[in-house]
């Protein structure tokens, strides 16, 4: 079955844009969860969301949000953007039972200029 | 606090040897511990996942144990090959959290 697949793999962005992200998790996963991982941080987690409902939130600025649709699909948005923004961003998908089968997206490499 | 701590931060091995990569935690309470592979600019890639009654469990040439007792966890890498080159992330997850915790990663160079 396919994996999870995010887009666009690669964005170049100026400081005070916004950004949106996406995710299409695996067929029949409900839950999505996002990360941003870079050198300095390692990966940390942003949010995660079961059946379009954001059930845990990370310690992130409220620049960042995200959205889940009823397919599962789901988005992420990053406004006002700034150089420490610059990130890869992944996202992961589970069928949200329990703490299992993470599987994660390539991820997209977001670049503020 | 829920902690992943990884050790060492770095290894450079040649190829065809042998490594131990080290994970300690402060998750509390255990569910699962998960060894990921990341390569450079993709998305972690799980290796093996393990609970609390599990000691060792193994992929190919990658094989994880586990004491809970200790709080500690090693992933052994036998055999390493060039591909083997990349992160080794050790991801920790509590009951009733859905939200894990990671470790920072070792990074693994192996050389011809």
């Known amino acids: 079955k396919a994996g999870v697949t995010q887009t666009p793999r690669y964005l170049i962005k100026t400081r005070g844009q916004q950004v949106t992200l996406s995710c299409s998790p695996i067929s029949g996963h409900r839950s999505v969860s996002w990360y941003q991982q870079t050198p300095g941080q390692g990966l940390q987690f942003l949010f995660e969301y079961f059946s379009e409902t954001q059930r845990n939130k990370g310690n992130f600025p409220g620049r960042f949000s995200g959205r889940q649709f009823s397919n599962s699909r789901s988005e992420m948005n990053v406004s006002t953007l700034e150089l420490g923004d610059s990130a890869l961003y992944l996202c992961?998908?589970?069928?949200?039972?329990?703490?299992?089968?993470?599987?994660f997206g390539s991820g997209t490499r977001l670049t503020v200029v | 606090k829920n902690q992943v701590e990884q050790s060492p931060q770095s290894l450079i091995i040649l190829e065809g040897k042998n490594c131990t990569l080290q994970?300690?935690?402060?998750?509390?309470?255990?569910?699962?511990l998960r060894w990921y592979k990341q390569d450079t600019g993709r998305g972690p890639v799980s290796l093996t996942i393990m609970t609390f009654s599990e000691n060792t469990k193994s992929n190919g040439r990658y094989t994880a144990t586990l004491d809970a007792d200790t709080k500690q966890s090693s992933l052994h890498i036998t055999a390493s090959q060039l591909s083997d080159s990349a992160s080794y992330i050790c991801v920790v997850s509590a009951w009733g959290s859905y939200i894990p915790t990671f470790g920072r990663g070792t990074s693994l160079i192996v050389h011809p």
């Open positions: 994970c300690n935690y402060t998750v509390s309470p255990f569910s699962n």
């Open positions: 992961a998908s589970s069928q949200g039972t329990g703490n299992y089968g993470y599987t």
